[in-house]
C-alpha cells in the first residue's frame, strides 16, 4: 500500500473525522513553527507566548507536527480507540501547561480532551 493511503482506513467513521480534524489542527500550527520559528512560535498557542531560540522551536514545530502525523497514521491504520487511550494523558498536559498561562486558551483544548476520552474510552 501506499504510504499516504488511507483505503482501508476509517476516514468516514465519527473518530476518524476527530483525528482528521485534530491532526490538521496540530500540523497546521506546526508547519508555521518549523518553515518561520521567530515569527510563528510567539503565535502557535493563543494567548500564550512562548520564547524559545530558533532551534528549540524548530524541534517544538517538529514535535507537534509528529503528534499530527500519528493522529493520520491512526486513521490509516483504522486505531483511533488505542490512539485516542493513549493520547488522552499527552493532551491532558499540555492544557495543564497552557492552563498555567492562559485559562481560556486552555478551554480551547478541552473539546479535544474530550474527544479522546470519548473515543477511547466511552464509545464501543
Not at 15 to 33: H, Q, R, T
Not at 34 to 45: D, F, G, N, R
Not at 57 to 76: D, E
Request: with cysteine; charged share 10%.
Amino acid at each position: 500500500t501506499k504510504p499516504l493511503a488511507v483505503r482501508g482506513g476509517s476516514i468516514d467513521t465519527p473518530e476518524g473525522k476527530f483525528l482528521a480534524f485534530s491532526c490538521a489542527v496540530a500540523c497546521a500550527s506546526s508547519i508555521p513553527v518549523i518553515i518561520a520559528p521567530e515569527t510563528m512560535l510567539p503565535k502557535m498557542i493563543p494567548n500564550v507566548v512562548l520564547e524559545a531560540n530558533n532551534n528549540v522551536a524548530m524541534l517544538y514545530g517538529a514535535t507537534g507536527l509528529a503528534w499530527g502525523v500519528a493522529k493520520f497514521n491512526a486513521i490509516r491504520t483504522s486505531t483511533e480507540k488505542q490512539f485516542s487511550q493513549t493520547n488522552l494523558i499527552p493532551m491532558l498536559v499540555l492544557i495543564g501547561i497552557v492552563a498555567k498561562n492562559s485559562l481560556v486558551s486552555a478551554a480551547l483544548y478541552i473539546p479535544l480532551a474530550i474527544g479522546y476520552l470519548y473515543f477511547g474510552y466511552i464509545k464501543e
